[in-house]
């Protein structure tokens, strides 16, 4: 379906067929490709890894993986869909998604979004006041991990041979090699 590409609304993208996926960011419709076998996998294991951390210390979190609204700045001017958020104010959280910036996110890179992941929605995130972004680069093998939350924070870079830590959930770790070496 072909998306209308400027001055949209969030009424726009809540009128998107059913099956349709896309984002609002700045007034523009940016359609959403089928992710990947290898793009799901990273996305389903960090969602249950995640997921059961919280649980099994009894965190008041949400872990959601795409399609999940988040309505980045709670104004309907930003629509996004992260591959996995986790949302720790419950007051954030309505039947429409989320309202307001997410705690954690993750975007898993395809090959034809990465400047929208590397550049656009860091920026995104940082401005919302999304504490902590990975970025999964399944091309690259590799987690770039920003502690937006933190001044100055640089970005860690860690192999996918590596795990990665979670500054936000402390304690949290995933390896991401098991997780792609059958694909």
Not at 13 to 35: F, M, T
């Amino acid at each position: 379906m072909e998306l209308p590409k400027t001055e949209c609304t969030a009424k726009d993208y809540w009128a998107l067929p059913e099956g349709v996926r896309a984002e609002l960011i700045d007034g523009e419709l940016w359609d959403l490709a089928a992710p990947s076998r290898a793009h799901q996998r990273i996305t389903q294991e960090l969602s249950r890894g995640l997921g059961n951390f919280i649980e099994e210390r009894g965190g008041d979190c949400q872990v959601y993986s795409a399609p999940f609204a988040v309505n980045l700045f709670a104004d309907d001017s930003t629509m996004v869909e992260p591959d996995v958020s986790a949302i720790c104010d419950r007051d954030k959280l309505s039947d429409r998604g989320c309202e307001g910036a997410p705690d954690f996110v993750v975007e898993v890179v395809s090959p034809s979004n990465g400047g929208m992941d590397y550049l656009t929605k860091l920026n995104l995130y940082r401005r919302a006041g999304v504490r902590e972004y990975w970025i999964c680069d399944p091309g690259r093998k590799r987690t770039m991990v920003y502690p937006l939350g933190a001044e100055d924070a640089a970005p860690v870079i860690y192999p996918f041979s590596e795990p990665v830590a979670s500054s936000v959930f402390p304690g949290f770790t995933m390896n991401f090699a098991h997780v792609i070496e059958d694909l």
